[in-house]
Nanobody
Framework: QVQVVESGGGLVQPGGSLRLSCQVS????????MEWYRQIPGNERELVAA???????NAADSVKGRFTASRGKVAHTVFLQMNSLKPEDTAVYFC??????????WGQGIQVTVSS
């Protein structure tokens, strides 16, 4: 089946940077678009950024100018570059993959903690 794995999370001080990776493997016919979500403690899961198969990129207002999503050089890989991190960015971050058949697959989520 399809497997979605995030990596690159961890602990960083305010103002620091992290780069998250999302690698997709398995029975993939085609990917329509991929998304990054996050769930801040006490809040609902929210959309952070999205990348379409034709290169369209969008980011939420809360992270625009600080976070940048991009496609990897190898197939089925996306990144989320996070700069100028703030304590309020602390959350579990998820990669969600939407295939051409309209089915979606979630990664397990990775913890990002911004603290001094």
């Amino acid at each position: 089946q399809v497997q979605v794995v995030e990596s690159g999370g961890g602990l960083v001080q305010p103002g620091g940077s992290l780069r998250l990776s999302c690698q997709v493997s398995g029975s993939i016919f085609g990917i329509s678009f991929m998304e990054w979500y996050r769930q801040i403690p006490g809040n609902e899961r929210e959309l952070v950024a999205a990348i379409s198969s034709d290169g369209r990129i969008n980011a939420a207002d809360s992270v625009k100018g600080r976070f940048t999503a991009s496609r990897g050089k190898v197939a089925h890989t996306v990144f989320l570059q996070m700069n100028s991190l703030k304590p309020e960015d602390t959350a579990v971050y998820f990669c969600n993959v939407h295939l051409s058949n309209s089915r979606s697959y979630w990664g397990q989520g990775i913890q990002v903690t911004v603290s001094s």
